[in-house]
């Protein structure tokens, strides 16, 4: 089982990831992430225009299984995080969440 909290770490450290929603939505649009991760208590708004978005750009999704507080807490960062995209895992294996959902 991929601990995701590490392996978000370490993408963050040596991959490229966008946080916010708003940018998360912009490089889903471009069809660039290779993942998207969502807060499980993302608002259904915005969980379904992501979601709905990543399946006509084919890129996964993975529901976080905390709150944005917990997500934001995952990063290390000071605020809650909604929304995230991975645009290049760098040396973390992140993108094996895709395979055990």
């Known amino acids: 089982m991929v601990d995701i909290s590490r392996e978000l770490q370490v993408a963050l450290n040596t991959g490229k990831v966008i946080i916010g929603f708003e940018e998360t939505k912009k490089a889903v649009l471009a069809g660039t992430p290779k993942l ?12 379904g225009d992501i979601e709905y978005y990543a399946k006509l750009a084919g890129v996964p999704v993975f529901i976080f299984p905390g709150s944005s507080i917990e997500l934001g807490a995952a990063a290390k960062r000071p605020h809650k995080i909604m929304a995230l995209a991975v645009l290049d895992p760098g040396q973390s294996e992140i993108l094996k969440v895709v395979e055990h959902v």
């Open 36 to 47: 998207v991760i969502l807060a499980a208590n993302a608002p259904k708004w915005a969980r």
